[in-house]
């Protein structure tokens, strides 16, 4: 009897092996292919021994297999660049289960950085980023961050367009491109950060062969670039991928494997930064065009909408009826302009928040991300609840964990408020910018702890609505304060205002990309300062720009703030 029932245990033991379930896990591999699957190959096996009853493979994928993955459902989940992923899946919404902390002890590079740096040979005539007008330069690939579309945006800020550019795309793996600049098959080369470093490290290139392009910088784990941002591999769950599936890899990723040649893992991270330059560029897929946006406007102020159109119909008709009868109804022409100006004002508020629609879609992708985090924590405090094995600090480290999640939906809803508010009349006038000048020096919050010194040319009047251009006079004053300053000097003349001050002066990131929304490095600031005093320079037909100013040795003494009139000086 005894090895009937031997027999039988064998055969279910079989049979569940035999059905268990296999989910395909599709690999970024930018470099070495055999490589990347035997550093991941040891996860695989270990992530299959934590769920008997499922089994994980390992797939590896190159930059043209993505698109063909995804929608082929080739792949269950992905671990990637999260800008490879965004740029790849298009409009298809996949979930973040965990983000690299660490390879392993043996790999510690996680690949928490992606930017991109432009080469150049060490021989060749060219110095500047805008010098690259009309050469040829090769990238990676059209729809990747680090290998071309971070460099596009440095070179961009510089003058350069992608226009005016003659491409030439590589692909995997990415020494590519830096082989066919060193091949003289291209003028320069953009590549991912970190590139040049590993080449030099490995032997295959001479440390003196190129030479980076100004303006450079030294990024974290010590590598030279043009641009960069905090971007760790994320591991993704594709939308046919079962969510109780998800779940339970989250919760064992997560969770301590104890085994230090094995991956460390986090919550899902941001990559607001990336996105804010995806958007800039207009290459963000989730970035609606300029009709969907009128689309969307239309479909969400269906009523505003129509009682413009009437309105403007009603004044264009009574208008003709008004030029026979001009004389004797001049009052009602009137009450008509008055209705036009209100109508106007409302068309500008809601495409004033057309505008932020590009934004939308990263809202609620930030919010999905702390929603997410918190659910991998309930569910692993419910599990460990249910083997009686959860410990009381690691309820309340999951606890606090779920709170800081919280706190940082709040923030997020904070700044959509902010920047969801009306806008003020606007009105162009003739307007002395002395008096203009004294009026603000005669504020009392300024003259604490402030020296403020003004310098103006007599009798400029500039064509301008004064309002916009004391919240901008302000917003630079109570900036510089903010600053710590202790001294400003304001001057102006035919050609622009300026503001200084003997403040710390601005960063490199904040004069490489100046007016980026959300950005700050106060505690309680919103970031949207410099950015909203920015687009009402915009409005007046002027200018808005910041530098630092140096002494003769080099150093920081100070910011400055120049608004460049244009054409508006009477």
């Not at 104890?258 to 963000?284: A, F, R």
Request: negative net charge; glycine residues 6%.
């Amino acid at each position: 009897m005894f090895p009937l029932f031997r027999a039988i245990f064998l055969f279910c033991l079989f049979c569940s092996s035999a059905i268990a379930k296999t989910w395909t896990v599709g690999i970024q591999s930018p470099y070495d292919a055999n490589k990347t699957l035997e550093n991941w190959k040891p996860w695989a096996e270990w992530l299959s021994k934590q769920m008997p009853e499922e089994k994980f493979e390992i797939k590896i994928l190159k930059i043209r297999d993505f698109q063909e993955s995804i929608e082929s459902k080739s792949i269950d989940f992905l671990i990637a660049q999260p800008t490879q992923i965004l740029l790849s899946s298009g409009l298809t919404e996949m979930t973040w289960v965990a983000s690299l902390q660490e390879m392993s002890q043996a790999l510690p590079i996680g690949g928490d950085n992606v930017g991109s740096a432009i080469w150049v040979r060490m021989d060749s005539p060219i110095m500047r980023l805008s010098d690259l007008k009309n050469k040829k330069v090769s990238a990676v690939a059209e729809n990747v961050f680090g290998g071309f579309i971070g460099g596009l945006a440095v070179l961009e800020s510089h003058g350069v367009l992608e226009s005016e550019l003659q491409l030439t795309f590589t692909d995997y793996p990415v020494s590519s491109t830096i082989e066919s600049l060193l091949h003289k098959d291209v003028d320069a080369a953009i590549a991912p950060l970190c590139l040049y470093e590993r080449l030099v490290d490995e032997k295959k290139i001479d440390a003196d062969s190129i030479r980076l392009l100004e303006p450079k910088h030294r990024f974290k784990k010590n590598c030279l670039g043009n641009i960069s941002f905090n971007a760790n591999w994320v591991l993704a769950s594709l939308p046919h991928t079962p969510i109780e599936i998800s779940k339970k890899v989250a919760i064992q990723v997560l969770s301590e494997s104890g085994d230090p040649m094995l991956p460390k893992w986090l919550p899902p991270q941001s990559i607001t930064g990336v996105e804010s330059i995806l958007n800039k560029l207009g290459k963000h897929p989730q970035q609606l065009s300029f009709w969907e946006n009128i689309e969307n406007n239309y479909r969400n102020n269906k009523y505003l909408w129509r009682m413009a159109l009437i309105a403007i119909v009603f004044i264009v008709l009574n208008n003709i009826f008004a030029v026979w009868l001009a004389r004797k109804r001049s009052k009602r022409i009137k009450a008509i302009y008055q209705d036009l100006y209100d109508t106007e004002r409302l068309v500008h508020h809601a495409d004033r928040v057309s505008m932020l629609g590009e934004m939308v879609s990263g809202i609620g992708h930030e919010l999905n991300q702390p929603l997410s985090t918190i659910s991998y924590y309930a569910e692993g405090l419910k599990l460990r609840a249910s083997e009686n094995t959860l410990q009381n600090g690691d309820a309340i480290a999951a606890l606090e964990a779920i709170l800081e999640e919280i706190k940082g939906s709040k923030k997020i809803i904070e700044n959509v408020r902010q920047w969801g508010r009306r806008p003020n009349e606007e009105e162009l006038q003739k307007v002395n910018i002395s008096t203009l000048l004294e009026e603000i020096r005669k504020l009392s919050f300024l003259s604490r702890n402030l020296e403020i010194k003004i310098k103006c040319q007599e009798n400029l009047i500039v064509r301008c609505d004064p309002l916009k251009l004391k919240q901008i006079i302000l917003n630079g004053i109570i900036n510089s304060y903010q600053a710590k300053a202790s001294e400003i000097s304001i001057n102006c003349d035919a050609n622009a205002l300026t503001i200084l001050d003997n403040g710390p002066g601005f960063s490199d990131e904040q004069l490489a990309f100046p007016f980026v929304p959300f950005r700050t490095s106060r505690e309680d600031g919103l970031g949207i300062g410099l950015v909203i005093c920015e687009k009402l320079a915009q409005s007046m037909d002027m200018k808005l720009e910041i530098e630092n100013q140096l002494d003769l040795g080099g150093n920081i003494i100070g910011a400055m703030l120049l608004l460049l009139w244009g054409d508006c000086v009477v």
